[in-house]
């Protein structure tokens, strides 16, 4: 129950753990009630935890397994161990001032990702924005705010690229980006031509896959906005489908839900470009702004 590089966490060593703990729990024949009784806590708590939606205590922790049974000194000192890790920060938490907690929670499973495929139909995914244009993305509906919390908001964005970068496992990153992305000015010209010279040399990098929608292609039906789809080293975390709103986002995890959207991305790869008119199609881009 380990994630590449080390570097999974807290939110995806909740949910790994949560998950371990429920299989246990199911296997011992005990209620949710009864756990909760174990540890002092409510039913729900205990949900809550299996889950991964609250941080661990050790006392916890330990009394759950001595209640589901557990007598494998070594995997009782490797869980105990991921709780522990579990409960520390990861290193978006110094932006919690500017960063809603449903977005925490992307963030911290973008770090344990092994494999993320996205689709995009307004703007550049953040993972592959240049400093300059995510403050234009940013400012966009927002230059109210203070230009402090805007610049924190932008270093968390770049910040989140190093799991592209990281010298231990870097993610993989599979993008479909629709073409009027290229054609949005955000920020102004020259914001977007470094913009799409900034996705040029992405598109070289042996973990970055980007295609272009262009608009001779009808795209895929069923696809309606932009999603993503995270996958992760460990079996005991499932693919999960991550689709953002105004003030909200949502957490898909159920099979049939996230093979729905395994297909539609298919298609939209299929519908799209080939990757190697990918360069081309960028090129051109560029040469429509001159």
Do not use: C
Request: no cysteine; charged share 25%; hydrophobic share 40%.
């Amino acid at each position: 129950m380990t994630v590449a590089g080390g570097d999974g966490g807290p939110t995806a060593l909740r949910i790994m753990l949560g998950g371990q703990l429920r299989r246990m729990r199911e296997s011992a024949g005990i209620s949710r009630a009864d756990a909760g009784w174990q540890i002092r806590a409510s039913e729900s708590k205990v949900s809550r935890m299996e889950l991964g939606r609250v941080g661990f205590k050790e006392r916890d922790v330990s009394d759950l397994l001595e209640l589901y049974g557990l007598e494998d000194g070594e995997e009782r000192a490797r869980l105990m161990e991921l709780a522990r890790a579990a409960n520390n920060p990861g290193w978006w938490s110094r932006y919690g001032d500017v960063m809603p907690t449903w977005f925490n929670n992307y963030v911290g499973l973008e770090v344990a990702a092994t494999l993320i495929r996205t689709y995009e139909v307004m703007f550049v995914p953040g993972l592959l924005q240049t400093q300059e244009y995510a403050r234009a993305v940013v400012q966009l509906g927002k230059s109210y705010l203070p230009a402090e919390e805007i610049e924190q908001r932008v270093q968390l964005r770049v910040t989140r690229q190093q799991i592209l970068t990281r010298s231990s496992h870097p993610a993989r990153l599979w993008v479909v980006i629709d073409e009027s992305v290229l054609r949005r000015p955000v920020g102004g010209d020259d914001i977007l031509r470094k913009q799409i010279e900034h996705l040029m040399m992405w598109a070289q990098e042996p973990n970055v896959t980007l295609q272009i929608m262009p608009f001779s292609s009808v795209g895929y039906p069923g696809a309606g906005g932009a999603f993503s789809i995270l996958r992760f080293p460990d079996g005991d975390l499932p693919d999960i489908v991550y689709i953002e709103h105004a003030a909200s986002a949502l957490y898909l995890d159920k099979l049939e839900e996230v093979d729905e959207y395994v297909a539609i991305m298919e298609g939209l790869t299929i519908a799209a470009a080939p990757v190697s008119q990918t360069e081309g199609l960028l090129k051109e881009a560029l040469a429509r702004m001159d």
